[in-house]
């Protein structure tokens, strides 16, 4: 008590002045200096300028779906083999686009077409295409009857049924690979033959109003062909395009001599076809294709029926 009235006397004594006044604010000062409370946070000081301000990133905004539209990792309808995706439909987007000029039949033609199962049979959609008669040939005889069953709706794949014959193929589980070998087997030139072949990629093949196809395609490169003085391929599409392990990665569906490529309708097209056309029918095994006797596999698999000349006669009108 007795240093307040201490304090307040000397207050009063500097209050008289102005220099007092100064002197008496910075003893205040001091005082409540040292009764401030310990450990509290002083307010931080305020940027001086813009560039000492420092916001947090601001988050991009999630887009909301499209109505109607499944999350992104639903997107996806069908899911992929082992082995990464494959030359398949799911790949279309930002491929380089074919254009396919096939026009309608104006006379008979010839084509190859392979077993899968049973009556089943599979070649390409253009050797169907405006048929009055689907006929299966062996040795260039009319053998019996074939009756469309299927035609895949965008891409050059159909199924026919026919007379069941010993052998059969059986498609791959994974389809094809960048670099791989192949084999494609038929009636080149109307000749018993077949040709040597390298995956290059894929394409999106369209084509005219007359012929709707919109679909991917694998493109191969032709490495070996037989018989050795072939020099065109018209009479090998619908033949199988099988793997080194005997399995079926595709249908030959067009060529190019100039080029030496040949196309095939992709593998994902032809495993959904076959799997509507004849549920359970798929099984994951083929005999082995042997890399110095390619060409001689290819006529045990014309001699046992595993694959036939499909005769189609023209529509007329």
């Known amino acids: 008590m007795t240093l307040f009235r201490a304090l307040l006397r000397v207050a009063r004594a500097l209050a008289t002045t102005a220099l007092g006044w100064v002197a008496l604010v910075l003893i205040i000062g001091q005082i409540l200096a040292v009764f401030e409370e310990p450990g509290a946070k002083r307010r931080p000081r305020a940027p001086e300028t813009a560039a000492e301000v420092r916001r947090p990133p601001v988050p991009a905004p999630t887009p909301s779906p499209e109505p109607g539209s499944a999350p992104a990792q639903e997107q996806r309808t069908l899911a992929e083999p082992p082995g990464g995706p494959p030359y398949g439909g799911e790949t279309a987007p930002g491929l380089p686009v074919a254009a396919v000029t096939w026009e309608r039949k104006s006379q008979s033609a010839v084509g190859t077409a392979f077993r899968l199962d049973r009556d089943v049979w599979v070649t390409a959609r253009h050797v169907t295409d405006s048929c009055q008669e689907l006929l299966m040939l062996d040795g260039g005889k009319a053998r019996d009857r ?91 599409s619908g033949g199988p395009v099988l793997d080194a392990a005997g ?71």
């Not at 000749?191 to 072949?197: E, F, H």
């Open 146 to 236: 074939a009756a469309l069953l299927r035609e895949h709706a965008t891409a050059d794949l159909a199924l026919v049924a026919a007379g069941a014959t010993p052998a059969r193929l059986q498609i791959s589980a994974i389809g094809p690979r960048d670099g791989r070998t192949a084999y494609a087997y038929g009636w080149p030139e109307d000749r018993p033959g077949g040709v040597r072949l390298s995956l290059l990629g894929s394409v999106r093949m369209r084509g005219t109003r007359s012929f709707p196809i919109d679909a991917v395609a694998n493109a191969w490169a032709i490495v070996a062909v037989d018989p050795g003085d072939l020099t065109g391929y018209g009479g090998i």
């Open 247 to 317: 399995t079926v990665v595709g249908v030959a569906i067009g060529s190019n001599a100039r080029r030496g490529t040949l196309s095939s309708a992709a593998w994902s097209d032809l495993n959904r076809l076959a799997a509507a056309g004849r549920p359970g029918a798929l099984a994951w095994q083929g005999t082995p294709v042997p890399a110095e006797a390619w060409a001689a596999h290819g006529e045990t698999l014309r001699r046992s029926g595993a694959i036939r000349q499909i005769y189609c006669r023209f529509k007329q009108g």
